[in-house]
């Protein structure tokens, strides 16, 4: 069993941004590949940024490509999404997932997930 809890989320202008965190617990973090996933009020759920269990590896999709930055430091067993630039088709629900490989995780196919934090971008 995995628990994911996620912080940072908030109300930011247009070109602000947020770092959003997410820690987990009753797990060996290092093994699993770490994903963030939004979804946008009446839109589908949404992959967003992917790292490897070891961090070596990454996966952005097209629409944060240059703005967004997923890190993780498993010493502390947190993964964090650095928010640049942000825009108001940013605005969702943001959630941390926790997959056995990073081809399933940005997929989706995760065996869990964090409880979601708001984000809001202000035009």
């Known amino acids: 069993q995995v628990q994911l809890v996620e912080s940072g989320g908030g109300l930011v202008q247009t070109g602000g941004s947020l770092r959003l965190s997410c820690a987990a617990s009753?797990?060996?973090?290092?093994?699993?590949?770490m994903g963030w996933f939004r979804q946008a009020p009446g839109k589908e759920r949404e992959f967003v940024a992917v790292?490897?269990?070891?961090?070596?590896?990454?996966n952005y999709a097209d629409s944060v490509k240059g703005r967004f930055t997923i890190s993780r430091d498993n010493a502390k067993n947190t993964v964090a999404l650095q928010m640049n630039s942000l825009k108001p088709e940013d605005t969702a629900v943001y959630y941390c997932?926790?997959?056995?490989?990073?081809?399933?995780?940005?997929?989706?196919?995760?065996?869990?997930w964090g409880q979601g934090t708001q984000v809001t971008v202000s035009s």
């Open positions: 997932a926790a997959g056995s490989s990073l081809y399933w995780t940005l997929r989706g196919t995760v065996g869990y």
């Open positions: 009753g797990g060996t973090f290092s093994n699993y590949a």
């Open positions: 790292i490897s269990s070891s961090g070596g590896s990454l």
